[in-house]
């Protein structure tokens, strides 16, 4: 079945260290994002690319950093920079024309301990 | 500032009812409209992709509407189920980016 894989499902971080998110696609989508939803706040996003090699700044960029090596993956690192990373993380995908829908993945809980 | 909008917040309605979620956005230039389920703690499910060429989708139970020119969209669900408590996201997609609602969290009760 094609679609998208986010791990850890949990994840806990020290304060001042960098951590790492994988989010993995087998839908040959192009583009892939990353969006951080907090209580109350809806989904806001963090990064997005729409081609290998290459990423955006979204609303919310600070603190944060990917890499899209490849098509199928968009890592996300949070940087010890990002104050307040207790948040879920959600990565989507879809296809490269703007009439496509998007696909998520089940997220990953990130915790600072 | 091209923004959504869900109202109400949150809905309890009896098992049975027929109801209807609301989505509103300030830019009628888009791409389409997207209704997704989130269950607590988990990703989103696409229930309903609606291209701004069309007027309305349906799926089993659930129809979404689409009218561009006043910048709204509706759910509707019928014949409410227990299973289908869940918070509800309309998301609109203006660009390259998907912008979110806050969502309409659902209370069906037996």
């Known amino acids: 079945d094609g679609g998208i894989t986010q791990s850890p499902k949990y994840l806990f971080r020290k304060e001042g260290q960098n951590v790492t998110l994988s989010c993995e696609q087998n839908l040959n989508h192009d583009a892939m994002y990353w969006y951080r939803q907090d209580p109350g706040q809806g989904l806001r996003l963090i990064y997005y690319?729409?081609?290998?090699?290459?990423?955006q700044k979204g609303d919310i960029a600070e603190g944060y950093s990917v890499s899209r090596e490849k098509k199928e993956s968009f890592p996300l690192t949070v940087t010890s920079a990002q104050k307040n990373p207790t948040a879920f993380y959600l990565c989507?995908?879809?296809?490269?024309?703007?009439?496509?829908?998007?696909?998520f993945g089940s997220g990953t809980r990130l915790t600072v301990v | 500032k091209q923004e959504v909008t869900q109202i109400p917040a949150a809905l309890s309605v009896p098992e049975g009812e027929n109801l209807v979620l609301n989505c509103s956005f300030t830019d009628s230039a888009i791409y389409n409209l997207q209704w997704f389920r989130q269950d607590p703690g988990k990703g989103l499910t696409s229930l309903l992709l609606i291209q701004s060429s069309q007027r309305e989708q349906t799926s089993g139970r659930l129809n979404a509407s689409l009218d561009k020119s006043s910048g709204r969209s509706t759910l509707y669900i019928a014949a409410s189920q227990p299973g289908d408590s869940a918070t509800y996201l309309c998301?609109?997609?203006?660009?390259?980016?998907?912008?979110f609602g806050k969502g309409t969290k659902l209370t069906v009760n037996p």
């Open positions: 998301a609109v997609r203006f660009s390259e980016k998907l912008v």
């Open positions: 989507a995908s879809s296809g490269g024309r703007w009439d496509y829908g998007y696909t």
């Open positions: 690319s729409q081609i290998v090699n290459d990423f």
